[in-house]
């Protein structure tokens, strides 16, 4: 299944979305600020997600790495 239709892996897409956008943010601000709108502005809004809510941010990917346990 891709992650489109098993709602546990696109909540874990979202999740590193949010990561992602905010850890550019922090590297590059002034690529991200210039582009708010626009498809581009999701990665924007995602950054601005995760600097706000940061702890619940950081308490959801400890929960999602606890539940997906590593297959070796």
């Not at 956008?21 to 502005?41: C, F, W």
């Not at 706000?52 to 590593?70: D, F, G, K, Q, T």
Request: aromatic content about 8%.
């Amino acid at each position: 299944q891709t992650a489109l239709f098993n709602f546990q892996s696109l909540l874990l897409v979202i999740l590193l979305l949010i990561c992602t956008s905010t850890y550019l943010h922090q590297l590059m601000p002034a690529i991200l600020d210039r582009n708010k709108e626009g498809v581009r502005g999701i990665f924007w809004k995602c950054a601005r997600i995760g600097e706000r809510l940061s702890p619940y941010i950081s308490l959801c990917c400890v929960l999602m790495a606890a539940s997906h346990p590593l297959s070796l």
